[in-house]
């Protein structure tokens, strides 16, 4: 159980293209939905959380009109990255939990901006 | 501040030896603990967790992690190692009663000889 679907697991776009991730909780209702940013060979770093119906809730230095976040439904929330750049290449990640649950994580998405 | 620590960034160990990986946190409150583990170019799973009760905690895979408050460390250990235990190893810490906001160690990377 508890099985988070990340979509697409890779991605190479030109730049100043807007680029979607999804993420999707198949056997469980995420009540909320987190996205991180993992550069090379280091650790996880929280973008923002998000909770269904409701705004995104945005780390410090983490530009919400850059990294558009929409959580429509309990099992689905997507992350567009609007006018991609270069420095925007990364591997994201996104993870889910029901109420008080550990979170699951999705395989992760590497987007390569060229 | 809320942090983990991770002091070892790489550990190589032979297939069969013992293992330890040192997690260090610093947390205002009662902490949720966490041990993920990566392979390279995917998500995390979740190898155990602490909440409260019985310190030593078992997980998957053979793994098991002991929560020392004075210490104010979670290290993860497994009697012996297999060569499919090579991976990113992330010690995490949420808040008390939730698991929101995760914050993540640095990693250390496990490379396990024949």
């Known amino acids: 159980g508890a099985v988070v679907s990340q979509h697409p697991s890779r991605v190479i776009c030109k730049s100043g293209t807007s680029v979607k991730i999804e993420c999707r909780s198949l056997d469980f209702q995420a009540t909320t939905m987190f996205w991180y940013r993992q550069f090379p060979k280091q650790s996880l770093m929280l973008m923002a959380t998000s909770n269904e119906g409701s705004k995104a809730t945005y780390e410090q230095g983490v530009e919400k009109d850059k990294f558009l976040i929409n959580h429509a439904s309990l099992t689905l929330s997507t992350l567009t990255v609007t006018s991609a750049h270069p420095e925007d290449s990364s591997f994201y990640i996104c993870?889910?939990?029901?109420?008080?649950?550990?979170?699951?994580f999705g395989d992760g998405t590497r987007l390569s901006i060229l | 501040a809320q942090s983990v620590t991770q002091p070892d960034i790489h550990i190589t160990v032979s297939e069969g030896a013992s293992l330890e990986l040192r997690c260090n946190y610093s947390?205002?409150?009662?902490?949720?603990l966490f041990w993920y583990v990566q392979s390279p170019g995917q998500g995390l799973q979740l190898l155990l967790k602490y909440f409260s009760g019985d310190t030593l905690v078992q997980g998957i895979k053979g793994f098991e992690a002991e929560f020392k408050r004075s210490q104010s460390s979670f290290n993860l250990r497994k009697p012996s190692v297999h060569w499919s235990d090579a991976a990113e190893y992330f010690c995490?810490?949420?808040?008390?009663?939730?698991?929101?906001?995760?914050?993540f160690g640095t990693g250390t990377r496990l490379q396990v000889f024949p």
């Open positions: 993870s889910a939990t029901e109420g008080s649950q550990p979170q699951h």
């Open positions: 947390y205002g409150a009662t902490p949720y």
């Open positions: 995490a810490v949420g808040r008390a009663y939730n698991t929101d906001k995760l914050i």
